[in-house]
């Protein structure tokens, strides 16, 4: 353990070199808002990877729940069809890094749209509704109180046959990587519980490696749920 704790040292340093490094300060810059460093391609497949695996569609619109700097949302807009993606996040400086990596990419004509909010965009949306909602590694910082208010909000904008994901850590999930304290740990029993005041159902789907997260981050264990309507049978 004391040695894969020094290798994991050892690289952050290396990486951290390359604010330095011509050409890379960009990538480094990105990688620093959501970390950990050197995976941003790899974690970007995994979101793209895992969404599309649970039924994402390209003519499907998208709510992205903790976008950052879009690590995930540059995937889903080259995916989607224009118009289909939103991003919120509750940091200006993630939203407005996202802007600059939309007119990077040249993914302006998708016409996405990007949300600072401390609502889950509740308050911008009016009367929109999603085909999917996606939160990852976001629902492990709520505590019940606003797991509610999370339920609520999905209970009135994700659309009958709609799906939301995200993940909680599971009992092999590494926590030294985390970066704020926790509230206690939610299981999927728990959020199920939850869910079920305001119609909706919780099913785990698995580990985050099987959906092709890096096996080399200790947060591949956590547990990816699927989160639908009781109304629409989960599968």
Wanted: aromatic share 8%.
């Amino acid at each position: 353990m004391e040695v894969q704790r020094t290798l994991r040292q050892l690289r952050r340093q290396l990486y951290g070199l390359r604010a330095f490094v011509p050409g890379w300060r960009r990538r480094h810059k990105l990688e620093a808002m959501v970390g950990p460093l050197g995976f941003w391609n790899q974690l970007q497949r995994y979101q793209l990877q895992a969404t599309t695996h649970l039924g994402l569609r390209q003519h499907h619109t998208l709510l992205d729940i903790g976008c950052g700097p879009l690590q995930g949302g540059i995937a889903f807009i080259r995916y989607l069809e224009p118009g289909r993606y939103v991003g919120v996040d509750c940091n200006p400086t993630a939203i407005e890094t996202g802007h600059e990596e939309i007119s990077r990419q040249r993914l302006t004509g998708k016409n996405p749209r990007l949300l600072v909010s401390h609502s889950f965009g509740d308050d911008q949306l009016a009367a929109s509704s999603f085909d999917f909602i996606w939160m990852s590694q976001v629902l492990y910082y709520f505590d019940e109180r606003t797991m509610h208010q999370l339920f609520e909000m999905v209970r009135r904008r994700l659309r009958h046959t709609g799906i939301m994901a995200g993940d909680i850590l599971g009992p092999a999930s590494d926590r030294s990587f985390l970066r704020h304290p926790l509230p206690p740990v939610h299981t999927p029993e728990s959020l199920d519980a939850l869910a079920q005041d305001h119609g909706l159902r919780v099913v785990a789907q698995g580990t985050l490696a099987d959906f092709g997260y890096p096996k080399r981050l200790g947060l591949r264990n956590n547990i990816l749920l699927r989160i639908n309507h009781w109304s629409h049978p989960a599968s």
